[in-house]
């Protein structure tokens, strides 16, 4: 039985050097040896980056390998198992909430939903330019990080600086080629699947029902969510609460938009049902999770 923990946990304790870690991101460098293989249920995002060596595993049961110059990506609520690796085998990893990986990409989430849900591509090579222009990012990056800790800023510059290489890495995904055309038989689904979530990431009423946007899409209700749990894992109502939770949180913490501008936006009826609504996913009012 496969246990919900992080990649940090299946690793050796004396070879894990943790070099970043907040609410929403685990960073982990200077990865060489792992503990017995057991299977594990990730809650997280995860990508790895291959330094060295060769390594192979499953997601899901589905047989994946990587070697040197190659990043393995992973939604959450999968499992790993089957882990096979060379002598020399070294990387690095990181683990991110997806609720920042929507506030990192916003628009453009609709290309890393596709490779993860729809493509299922867990594996993407790089070239040497590629290597050498993440290599000057992740210098950067430490280089920020190793800042003293009360350094003004800090969190928000390394937020950035992910931000940007999330966002070539989503560019990388979608150049010619890498968005290769779906299985047999999941043509359908997988195009249904991937316009609900371009009208999720596009319009900016998100507080809707399922049936509003089963609706827009000449579908039922119940087949939309049947197509979005086979596709994901999740239903379209829990892909409506992560879209609203994430555009209350951008609204309210980043733009100096009104209580009831942001309420109207999102197509709540009024700023007290908005308010409700903030209270019961946030655990605080929408002025409190203003101020955070």
């Given at each position: ?108 989430m ?35 990080i190793r ?17 940007a ?26 195009n ?65 938009h ?35």
């Amino acid at each position: 039985m496969s246990e919900e923990i992080y990649l940090h946990q299946i690793v050796r304790d004396e070879n894990v050097s943790e070099v970043y870690s907040d609410d929403d991101i685990v960073i982990i460098d200077n990865v060489r040896k792992l503990v017995e293989p057991t299977p594990a249920r990730l809650q997280m995002n995860m990508l790895v980056i291959c330094t060295s060596g060769k390594g192979q595993g499953s997601i899901n049961g589905v047989p994946i390998s990587i070697r040197r110059n190659q990043v393995a990506v992973c939604p959450p609520n999968v499992t790993l198992s089957d882990f096979m690796i060379s002598p020399d085998f070294e990387f690095k990893a990181m683990f991110f909430t997806t609720r920042i990986l929507q506030s990192f990409l916003r628009e453009k989430m609709s290309v890393w939903n596709e490779v993860m849900y729809i493509q299922h591509m867990h594996v993407v090579t790089m070239e040497e330019k590629d290597i050498e222009y993440y290599t000057h990012f992740y210098e950067m990056l430490l280089l920020c990080i190793r800042q003293d800790e009360q350094t003004p800023y800090r969190t928000e510059v390394v937020q950035a600086l992910l931000r940007a290489a999330f966002l070539a890495l989503c560019g990388r995904m979608s150049q010619k080629g890498m968005l290769s055309a779906l299985p047999p038989g999941k043509q359908s689904a997988g195009n249904l699947f991937q316009r609900f979530l371009h009208l999720l990431s596009s319009d900016m009423v998100k507080h809707r029902t399922v049936e509003s946007f089963a609706s827009e899409l000449c579908i039922s209700a119940k087949y939309l969510s049947a197509v979005c749990k086979k596709s994901s894992g999740k239903t379209a109502g829990q892909w409506i609460t992560e879209h609203v939770m994430e555009e209350i949180r951008y609204q309210l913490c980043h733009t100096d938009h009104t209580l009831k501008q942001v309420s109207s936006m999102l197509g709540f009826p009024n700023t007290s049902f908005f308010g409700k609504y903030v209270k019961e996913h946030f655990g605080m009012t929408p002025l409190q999770l203003r101020q955070t």
